[in-house]
């Protein structure tokens, strides 16, 4: 099961506690993200870019903040964020695409994957494929992908990339995706995290593009 709403404070005090208790400069060299010290003595700042925006995480507060002073991010993807950092092998990307279905562990998660994750994202994007590209550049500084009929390539974190394919639909087949993933991110991300990492990816464009259409 995904952790419910009233467990991710739980979860997130447990994710700053293991991180505590971590070699911060390997964790941070390990997920490609900056370690500093800063004042007062004894506190520290990781630098990481996470979904297109620069971001500091304060230990041992385990505070995230926006470089730039801009919207907080969620609850649920403070604790991706943090998992992530625990989580890094500092595995290279591999350039090899892979389904959910084919993640280590996926296969247990895969029908939340595609309800969550696969089903919104051809439902709002499929009628209108190109609308998908100019949506997820501006929001997740997302690039052109020449897979499907219209991809793009995000960099949700340093080490890790999500990739969004659609195919359009004819009188024959009705609009396709799906949600594909560098096969190197099992050295980041678990299964269970993979899906939350999809599904907030999903549903940013999905309201900034219905942002864009209202």
Known sequence: MLPK????PLARRLSIQALLKADLAERAAQSGSQLDEITPPGQKRIGL?????DLFLFFPRGMIEASNG????SPREEI???HYLEKARGTPLTGKWISFAEIPGGTFYHPVFLQRCKAPLVKYFGESPESLLSVAVDEVRAEPWSMGDVGVKIQAFPFVTVGLVLWKG?????????V??????NGYLS??????????VVW???KAGARLRA
């Open 204 to 206: 940013k464009l999905i």
């Open 180 to 185: 594909l993933f560098d096969s190197s991110i």
């Open 170 to 178: 004819d009188a024959e087949f009705s609009p396709d995706g799906n």
């Open 49 to 53: 870019c996470y979904l297109g925006r």
């Open 5 to 8: 709403q009233e467990n991710l």
């Open 80 to 82: 991706l964020i943090f």
């Open 191 to 200: 299964a269970e995290d993979i899906v939350i990492l999809a599904e907030t």
């Open 70 to 73: 801009g919207a907080p991010v």
